[in-house]
DNA sequence: AAGTCGGGGAA
DNA sequence: TTCCCAGACTT
């Protein structure tokens, strides 16, 4: 036996042991691995869990989700992040309608042209769902592989990349075993043993195939591009409130969380004297020239990071005396209706706190 | 090839 | 607290 059929029998062996009963993997079609894989990307899968049900049981198919709109398709995606995602899962779902009459294709050529399905996601529906012999290439696997074969060239260069692929067509292309499940072992192994830092490899099942591990350098590895520094902001909002209701607007061009709901605000950034204001004209807010609030007050502020941004929150609540005009962009709205338009977890700890204020 | 986009869990 | 990372798209 080759080493290559004795890392798949090692992994799937401890795959099947220590499989977690995630209900992602009950019912395996196209469309829900697809889903899933997506609400899963850069994100652990603690966190994702709920918002993925959530999601799964508003748009239980391919049409559900190719008839809904932008604002509810984000709405449905709330807590997950990187909101592009939701957007592309709407775009993904209408091409599949147009092109495909709402059934997925399986090769790879066809799979990558679908809005919100990169390479990966591509590998894992072929893997999963049509058990094509084909490898995900995913964080943990990249991680998990510049070990196993200690490559010391940074990770995402063009040849760590290659390196992994040419490793992966050996592998899966003598598998026997079922390749859905080896995708999904390498990646719970990276989530379980194979870890960023301290990996286990007194309980790894391939460790004896190792070479990071024969020379006790797992730790060094992979190695990674040296990340962007952080830009420390302060985010002010405004909550202004106004018998009943609370005006919020869309951002269509703030700089941060475009397209959702929020309250107005400005962001300061250190290193710059600019701010970026959340609303295109500082004359659609009037309050904040004249002294059109009966009464303010300020909230304790809150941290919150996006991407690179360490972000402190402030929060100004303003009890106004006359209301100011909607537009297409401003709306007042009550409680109830609040919650429907908040989707950012930004905007929902702002609105928390108001809450328990 | 590089920049962008959120968020929470681990250390 | 700080650090870390489970892709895809746009330019």
Request: glycine share 2%.
């Amino acid at each position: 036996m080759n080493n290559y059929s004795k890392i798949e029998i090692n992994l799937i062996e401890w795959f099947n042991k220590n499989k977690e009963p995630w209900f992602f993997r009950k019912d395996r079609t196209p469309y829900k691995v697809w889903i899933s894989e997506v609400a899963l990307h850069q994100t652990r899968i603690n966190a994702a869990l709920e918002p993925l049900k959530r999601f799964l049981t508003i748009y239980p198919n391919v049409h559900s989700l190719a008839k809904s709109t932008e604002e509810k398709v984000m709405n449905a995606f709330r807590g997950l992040g990187y909101y592009n995602r939701a957007k592309n899962l709407l775009r993904g779902a209408v091409y599949l309608e147009k092109y495909y009459d709402g059934i997925f294709p399986d090769t790879f050529e066809e799979l990558i042209k679908i809005p919100s399905i990169g390479s990966y996601t591509a590998a894992a529906i072929l893997s999963i769902c049509f058990q094509k012999k084909i490898g995900v290439l995913d964080g943990n696997v990249k991680r998990i592989l510049s070990r196993l074969l200690f490559i010391e060239k940074e990770i995402n260069d063009i040849s760590f990349i290659k390196t992994c692929e040419k490793f992966q067509n050996s592998l899966f292309s003598q598998i026997k075993l079922n390749s859905g499940d080896l995708n999904e072992a390498f990646m719970e192994l990276g989530q379980k043993i194979c870890t960023p830092k301290n990996p286990d490899c007194d309980n790894c099942p391939i460790s004896d195939f190792c070479f990071a591990q024969k020379k006790n350098k797992q730790n060094i590895l992979p190695i990674r591009k040296t990340k962007k520094e952080n830009i420390t902001v302060d985010w002010h909002f405004f909550i202004l409130h106004y018998e009943n209701k609370f005006l919020i607007q869309k951002y269509n061009s703030f700089c941060f969380l475009k397209h959702h709901w929020g309250f107005p605000s400005f962001s300061s950034f250190e290193n710059s004297n600019e701010n970026k204001y959340s609303f295109d004209n500082i004359n659609e807010l009037t309050f904040l020239k004249k002294n059109n609030y009966i009464e303010s007050k300020s909230l304790k502020p809150i941290k919150h990071s996006i991407t690179h941004h360490k972000i402190t929150m402030h929060t100004n609540i303003l009890n106004l005396n006359k209301v100011i005009k909607n537009n297409e962009n401003l709306l007042w709205v009550n409680e109830n209706e609040i919650t429907k338009y908040l989707t950012a977890s930004a905007m929902i700890k702002v609105w928390r706190a108001f809450k328990n204020n």
